[in-house]
């Protein structure tokens, strides 16, 4: 079975546009939550979604946004960026919301200039 | 202070030691605790849950000390393999959010 996947693998952009972040989760599972990870440091949590709903967001600017379609692929949507966005972009799949594991994407990379 | 804090390292092991690190959490209300290995530029896979009882797999043990709010992972018999950086998460039980600590990196050296 394919695990999660995530599209682009890298990105470079510049200061003040916009980017559009892609995820599929395991097939079967309902959940997809969105990270942040800067060198160093550990994941950030932006966003969960379960069942197309928004069921968590992290301390991030409305510059962050995202949505789940109906086969519970998700887009994570980052506007007007800065050269701080400049991270590891990691997706998370599980079965639902809760103590449920979650399983990873191999991210995208994006790199702001 | 932050909510899950880790000793970032690096801690360089010979092969064949045993190794344990510890994580401390801050949120008494933290009900669930993972283990996740991170290897360089890769995405975390989870290592193991740990629950009340404790968890091993392996050459691989977690407990939890609810007392003094750390958990700790202990490897024995150490591998080259085992080299990358563990990074210890607490899920919130209000909200189930996972907080994630900045982990820690073990370097295994033959």
């Known amino acids: 079975d394919a695990g999660v996947t995530q599209s682009p693998t890298h990105l470079i952009k510049t200061r003040g546009q916009h980017v559009t972040l892609r995820c599929s989760p395991i097939s079967g599972h309902k959940s997809v939550s969105w990270y942040q990870q800067v060198l160093g440091q550990g994941p950030q949590f932006i966003f969960q979604?379960?069942?197309?709903?928004?069921?968590g967001r992290g301390n991030f600017p409305d510059r962050f946004s995202a949505r789940q379609f109906p086969n519970y692929s998700s887009e994570l949507n980052v506007n007007a960026l800065l050269l701080g966005d400049s991270a590891l972009y990691l997706c998370?799949?599980?079965?639902?919301?809760?103590?449920?594991?979650?399983?990873f994407g191999p991210g995208t990379r994006l790199t702001v200039l | 202070r932050k909510e899950v804090e880790q000793d970032p390292g690096p801690f360089n092991v010979p092969e064949g030691a045993t190794v344990a690190f510890n994580c401390t959490y801050s949120?008494?209300?933290?009900?669930?605790f993972f283990w996740y290995r991170q290897d360089c530029r890769k995405e975390p896979k989870l290592l193991m849950s740990?629950?009340?009882?404790?968890n091993e797999d392996g050459r691989f043990t977690a407990q939890l000390n609810r007392a003094s709010q750390y958990i700790s992972l202990l490897i024995r018999d150490s591998k080259l393999s085992d080299s990358a950086t563990y990074l210890c998460v607490a899920v919130m039980d209000s909200n189930y959010q996972l907080i994630w600590g900045a982990g820690t990196k073990l370097i295994i050296k033959p």
């Open positions: 979604y379960y069942e197309k709903e928004e069921r």
């Open positions: 949120n008494s209300a933290s009900q669930s």
């Open positions: 740990v629950y009340s009882s404790g």
């Open positions: 998370a799949s599980s079965l639902g919301t809760g103590m449920y594991t979650q399983y």
